[in-house]
C-alpha cells in the first residue's frame, strides 16, 4: 500500500480557470477528507464522503467548489472560475470505517497558485 | 459547530526543555482530540490522540491532558530534541461517521541546540 495519492502535486492557473484535483485514498478506507491549508495555518475542513455519499459539506464552501466520490474509491475537488484566494495546498485524507481508529492518513497534497 | 483555539503560535526552546501547547474547544459534545505533527513541506502525522473516557495519555516523551470541564487540553512535550522541530496541530471532533476533524492553526515549535 503506498498511502494516500494526491496528483497533481502542483497546478498553476490562471484566474477564472477551472481546476480539478484527485485524490485515491489508501485501499480499504472508506472515509475519505478534503481540506485547504494555507500558509501559517491549520488544516480547514472542506467535505467528507463516506463511501460514495458526501456526508458532510463546510459552510465556508463556496459553490465554485464540488466534490465527488462516484464509485466510492477515488475522489476529485474541482474549482470552477478560480480567484486568487484560492491559492492553497487541498489535501486529501482518509481512514478506516471502524470506530476505534481516529488517525487521518493525510496525502501529499496538491499546491493551487492562481495567477 | 466545533472551533479550536490553539496557543501559543510559536514556541523556542533550548533542547532538552520541556515544551507545552494548549488547546480550547468549543463543542463540548466532541470527544476526540488528536495531534498532528507537520514538518517543513510534509503531510501531517499524528502523533498521539486522546478520547472524552481519559484524562492523560503517555507515548515515550509525549503525552497529552485533557480537562472536559474547562473544555482544553495540551501537548507536553519533555527532552525536547531538534527532530522535534514543526509545526503541531491539534484538532477536535465528534468519532462517528459523518463529522469532520476540526484543526487549530498550529504552533510552531524551534528547538535549538
Known amino acids: 500500500d503506498t498511502g494516500v495519492s494526491q496528483n497533481p502535486r502542483h497546478k498553476i492557473t490562471k484566474r477564472g480557470q477551472n481546476v480539478t484535483f484527485r485524490c485515491d485514498p489508501i485501499?480499504?478506507?472508506?472515509?475519505l477528507y478534503w481540506y485547504r491549508q494555507t500558509l501559517g495555518q491549520g488544516p480547514e475542513f472542506l467535505t467528507y464522503f463516506q463511501n460514495e455519499a458526501q456526508l458532510e459539506k463546510s459552510r465556508l464552501l463556496s459553490d465554485r467548489f464540488s466534490a465527488e466520490r462516484p464509485k466510492g474509491s477515488f475522489s476529485t475537488l474541482e474549482i470552477q472560475r478560480t480567484e486568487q484566494g484560492d491559492s492553497a495546498m487541498y489535501l486529501c485524507?482518509?481512514?478506516?470505517?471502524?470506530?476505534?481508529?481516529?488517525?487521518?492518513?493525510f496525502g501529499e497534497g496538491s499546491r493551487l497558485t492562481v495567477l | 459547530g466545533e472551533n479550536v483555539e490553539q496557543h501559543p503560535s510559536t514556541l523556542s526552546v533550548q533542547e532538552g526543555d520541556s515544551a507545552v501547547i494548549k488547546c480550547t474547544y468549543s463543542d463540548s459534545a466532541s470527544n476526540y482530540f488528536p495531534w498532528y505533527k507537520q514538518e517543513l513541506g510534509k503531510r501531517p502525522q499524528l502523533i498521539i490522540d486522546?478520547?472524552?473516557?481519559?484524562g492523560e495519555k503517555k507515548d515515550q516523551r509525549i503525552a497529552v491532558t485533557l480537562n472536559k470541564t474547562a473544555k482544553h487540553f495540551s501537548l507536553h512535550i519533555t527532552e525536547t530534541q531538534p527532530e522535534d522541530s514543526a509545526v503541531y496541530f491539534c484538532?477536535?471532533?465528534?468519532?462517528?461517521?459523518?463529522?469532520?476533524?476540526?484543526f487549530g492553526k498550529g504552533t510552531t515549535l524551534s528547538v535549538s541546540s
Open positions: 485501499s480499504e478506507h472508506n472515509r
Open positions: 485524507a482518509s481512514r478506516p470505517g471502524t470506530m476505534n481508529t481516529g488517525e487521518l492518513f
Open positions: 486522546i478520547r472524552s473516557n481519559v
Open positions: 484538532a477536535a471532533s465528534l468519532n462517528q461517521a459523518g463529522t469532520a476533524l476540526i
